[in-house]
């Protein structure tokens, strides 16, 4: 295994600990909080899956315990085992039975209602899940999944605490400077971001266009940031621009395109169309594409500028484009041309970090879990509207969450922030919370379709079939799950 594949592979392990077992532990402690709230007896909490490692402690009558498998957490109420509810003790069958050795080595068994008994809690106290009654049901089902919303808005504030992006300028990213010119030789390289201007922010395209010609034949200071390196300097040059030209820059070609058929590349730049030149036209690429439309399937002229020389070039927009490609095949961006010869494009503006109040930071964990919950809504419509890829929109195993845990995990190490980690761990937690409100059994939702079903019959649906049920889905949800781990696997989410 290479050194670069060995370290992924860590930290998605890291990930794992810290992101996916804490996500589903809250849950689970969202159920025991709400268990004990409506009076339902929980025998044990556990973190990890059996086999038990150790007991930790006590509270109540519910056990903490630590076991071998990190995969999560549980919650063993009464009256439930892993598989789903089982008979009371007064009816056919007793709940789970337990194992015990006495002090002579004898086993004996014992049953659920005894332990508890025998951890203190009186006849009058006992209460199993099926003897709750149907809304301290719903309120003890529905319990996990807003244990995980709460958590996502506590990272939320967390992270608004430590500091939300706040935009202090822009940023213009240098793609053309005339060969020879006053500026090629002051050292501007193409590529590398103009911050500032004499020490002072711009706001916009256009206040850095008003700099650079109010500076005209007067050194002026740029803090440049280099493509490579990310570092900032500083470089000094004599502007000797009156204003700026509108264009369209090409930053890519589709095969097959009409743009390729036409002879463009990558880097030219779109000045006029149909003689209609683009430099004054506020928005250039808008132009462009209804002149596309309005003609498609007829020859029109284009001017480009390449290389400091202008050529025409004939292109026919296509009548029906492949979806995602547009009528040309192009990749466009508005670029603007100095008339001293510099070219840029708008690049992600400045920010930094400012820590909010508690308040504020309160309305950013709302807004942001609230935000999160309409969009996974959204999804199903999106996707048959055909707006979100499949592949991106497909379900991920706790292979694919780690992986991708991993590389953000990674990233926060190295920027010394733990904003990107706590910011997937709100995700996860929205995530983890929505999939088990689904209306499948054995999930919470599922769970809670059987209560509103007895509510609706005036009786419960008999425990035998609701058992069943739970027992079909739970296979279902297992094959599932070993169908999208292999495809985590096979073909892996790209990762942004």
Known sequence: MEVSSLVDFLYAILAFGIVLIPAIIIHELGHLLAAKAVGINVLEFGIGFPPRMLKLFRWGETDFTLNWLPLGGFVRP???DFIGPVKDEDEEKPER?????NDAGTVTYVSEREELLARGVTPENLKSVNQAKPWERIIFMVSGASANFLSAIVFFMIIALIGLPTIIGARLQVT???SGSPLARAGIALGDAIEQVN???FQSPQQFVELWSSNYERETTLVMRGLESGETYSITVVPRATGAANQVLIMGIE????AQAAGLLPGDAIVAVSGNSLANEDDPIAVLQAVFREFAGTS???SVLRNGETLTVSLVPRVNPPAGQGRAGLSIMQQRMTTDGLSFIEANPQTINVPQNLGDSL????RQTGFVLEQIAALPGQLLQGKVDPEMARPVSIVGISRIGGRFLQQSIEEGSPVLVLNFLALISIFLGFTNLLPLPPLDGGRIV???IEMIRGKPVPIEIEATIYKIGIAFLLGLGALVILLDVIRPIPIP
């Open 300 to 302: 029109i002229q284009l």
């Open 255 to 258: 095969q097959g395109s009409p």
């Open 450 to 452: 059987f209560v509103l």
């Open 78 to 80: 009464l009256g439930e």
């Open 176 to 178: 053309g400077v005339l």
């Open 199 to 201: 020490g002072a922010y």
């Open 97 to 101: 039975e337990d194992k015990h050795k």
């Open 363 to 366: 309305a950013y964990g709302l």
